[in-house]
C-alpha cells in the first residue's frame, strides 16, 4: 500500500468544429438569445465522423502522458468514463489502451454519466493506493452529437462532444479525495437514452434537483478533504448549465476560487466537462500547481460524485 495518489497531468480534446448557436438547424426554432440567457453557451464542439469516443480519448490520453514524460507501456490500467459509444458491446476503454500502445494495460468503461470522471478519478487514486496499479489514465469522453435528437430544442442546444484525460501516480501526500459520491435511481427518468431511442432529458427536474442538492454534496467533499468552501482555489462542477453552476458557487461561499466557466464555448460534454475544463485551466494559467479543485459530477442515473484534487 501507498499512502497516496496524484493527478500528474491533463490532456484534452476539442473537436475542431465549432457550432454556435446561430449555426444549430434552425427545426430546432431557438435562438442565441435564449440559448444564453437560459444556459450561458455561445457555442459547442461537435465531433466530424473521424471523431469517436474512442480516437477523442486516445488523443487527450496520449496529450497527458506525453506532458507527464510517461511510457504509455507503462499504464497499468485504462478506465474510461463515457455514457456515448455506439457500441453495447464492447466497450471502449480496451480500445483506447491498444491506441495509446498500453499493452498490458487493464481497461474497463465506466457509465455513470455526466459523474463518470469524478468516479473514474476516485477508483484510479483506490487502485494505486491499493497497489494494484501504479499508473492509472482516466478518460472522460463523449460524442453526444450521435444521441441527440435534432429536432429537440429542450435538450439538443446543451450537448457538446470532446474528451479530457488525467493520469494518476502514486504519491507520499494524498492529493485526490476522499470521493463523496452517491445516487437516487427513482429519479433515473429525468435523464436517459432507451435503447433504440434518443436522448431525452426533464431539464426543469434536473435544474431544481441540482440547484438544490448540489451544495450539500460539495461541502461534504469538503469536509471530507479537511478543508471549508473558502480553502478553495478553483471550482470545477460538471459544466450542465452555467446558470446551476453559478447558483452553486454563491451558494458554497467559495469566496477565493475561480468557477469553471468551461460550458460557454464547449457546452455539456457530460462525462468530458470537468477534465476539459481542468485541462484548459491548467494551459491557461487559471489552474496554478497546488490548488486545491472542487471538482463536483452529476448526472443520468441521478449519479454524483464530489472530491476536492490538487491541481499538479
Ligand atoms: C434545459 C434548460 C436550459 C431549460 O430551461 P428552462 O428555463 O428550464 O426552460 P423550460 O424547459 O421550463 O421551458 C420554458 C419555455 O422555453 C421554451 N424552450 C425550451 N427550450 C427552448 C429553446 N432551446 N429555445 C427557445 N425556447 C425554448 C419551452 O418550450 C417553454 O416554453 P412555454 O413556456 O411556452 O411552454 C434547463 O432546464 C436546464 O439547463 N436544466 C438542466 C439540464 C441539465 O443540466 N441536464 C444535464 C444534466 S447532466
Same mark, same amino acid.
Given at each position: ?31 442565441? $438569445?435564449? @440559448? ?180 450539500? @454534496? ?25 446558470? @446551476? ?54 448526472? $443520468? ?12
Amino acid at each position: 500500500m501507498t499512502s497516496g495518489a496524484r493527478i500528474v497531468a491533463f490532456g484534452e480534446h476539442r473537436p475542431p468544429r465549432v457550432v454556435g448557436n446561430d449555426d444549430l438547424p434552425a427545426a430546432l426554432g431557438t435562438d442565441d $438569445a435564449w @440559448i444564453q440567457s437560459r444556459t450561458g453557451i455561445r457555442s459547442r464542439r461537435i465531433a466530424g465522423p473521424d471523431e469517436s469516443v474512442v480516437s477523442m480519448s486516445a488523443d487527450a490520453a496520449g496529450k497527458a502522458l506525453a506532458g507527464a514524460g510517461i511510457d504509455p507501456a507503462d499504464v497499468d490500467l485504462v478506465l474510461l468514463a463515457t455514457c456515448s459509444m455506439p457500441t453495447q458491446v464492447p466497450g471502449g476503454a480496451a480500445q483506447v489502451a491498444s491506441a495509446l500502445g498500453a499493452r498490458s494495460a487493464g481497461a474497463f468503461d465506466i457509465n455513470a454519466a455526466c459523474a463518470g470522471f469524478c468516479y473514474g478519478l476516485s477508483a484510479a487514486a483506490d487502485a494505486v493506493r491499493a497497489g494494484t496499479a501504479r499508473t492509472v489514465v482516466v478518460v472522460g469522453s463523449e460524442k453526444l452529437s450521435d444521441w441527440m435528437d435534432w429536432t429537440d430544442r429542450r435538450s439538443a442546444i446543451l450537448f457538446g462532444d470532446g474528451a479530457g484525460a488525467a493520469v494518476v501516480q502514486a504519491a507520499s501526500k494524498p492529493s485526490i479525495g476522499p470521493v463523496v459520491w452517491g445516487s437516487d435511481g427513482t429519479l433515473s427518468s429525468l435523464i436517459d437514452i432507451p435503447a433504440g431511442g434518443k436522448l431525452n432529458l426533464d431539464g426543469p427536474a434536473v435544474f431544481r434537483w441540482a440547484t438544490t442538492s448540489l451544495g450539500d @454534496i460539495a461541502r461534504r467533499a469538503c469536509t471530507a478533504a479537511g478543508i471549508t468552501p473558502a480553502d478553495l482555489d478553483l471550482v470545477v462542477p460538471h459544466q450542465a448549465n452555467l446558470r @446551476i453552476i453559478t447558483a452553486l458557487a454563491r451558494s458554497l461561499g467559495a469566496t477565493n476560487a475561480v468557477v469553471a466557466d468551461d460550458i460557454v464555448d464547449t457546452g455539456n460534454t457530460s462525462a468530458a466537462s470537468i477534465p476539459l475544463a481542468l485541462a484548459r485551466m491548467t494551459a491557461d494559467g487559471r489552474a496554478r500547481p497546488g490548488d486545491r479543485a472542487l471538482l463536483l459530477g452529476f448526472g $443520468a442515473g441521478m449519479t454524483w460524485a464530489g472530491l476536492v484534487i490538487e491541481v499538479p
